[in-house]
């Protein structure tokens, strides 16, 4: 990932394709999300930009919510095994620890992804970048107990801690630089 951050400044001036090209995944593949936040331009702050999303988000219906959620790859599932998923997904699924699992914790991650999609009908959602694997195993077992719409809110929750994490790493809100603070 490169250190250098897209100035606010920059940001504010993108037509609406630069900012699909750019903002387009910050819901994993979900250009749809950036596509309706782009005219909430201005925006003041690389946290303002994650709260436009986040207010889209909030405001889809539940069966919206439970589309984006299928957006997103099983943990630690077919494609990251196969090298297949987006490069933010990689880094976050790494920053878990999801890419050095033994072979008796990813055959229980798994039986528990199968388990969670068979019952919601959309892969489990979490932050992984605020989590390592043995919290993930657990909240994946803790939220195969919750209902239909309380999953479905839970993991838009989640979603949008991962946009908001994937624009800060993306947008420098400082006026007078363009590169990542150290």
């Known amino acids: 990932m490169s250190t250098t951050k897209i100035p606010l400044k920059k ?14 995944n910050v819901v994993e593949h979900c250009s749809l999300c950036a596509a309706a936040v782009w005219r909430e331009r201005p925006f003041h702050d690389a946290q303002h930009i994650a709260s436009s999303f986040g207010d889209f988000i909030d405001r889809l219906p539940t069966s919206g919510k439970e589309g984006i959620l299928r957006l997103h790859p099983d943990l630690a599932g077919r494609l990251a095994q196969s090298g297949q998923l987006t490069s933010e997904s990689t880094r976050e699924q790494k920053s878990a620890g999801l890419d050095n699992m033994s072979e008796e914790e990813r055959q229980r991650m798994s039986v528990l992804n199968k388990r969670y999609k068979d019952k919601f009908g959309f892969p489990f959602v979490i932050c992984a970048r605020e989590n390592k694997k043995d919290a993930i195993l657990k909240g994946l077992e803790e939220r195969l107990q919750n209902s239909q719409q309380s999953e479905a809110i839970t993991g838009a929750n989640e979603v949008k801690k991962i946009c908001r994490l994937r624009i800060l790493d993306l947008v420098n809100s400082d006026t007078q630089s363009t590169q990542s603070p150290l």
């Open 11 to 24: 940001v504010n001036k993108m037509t609406y394709e630069e900012f699909i090209q750019c903002f387009g």
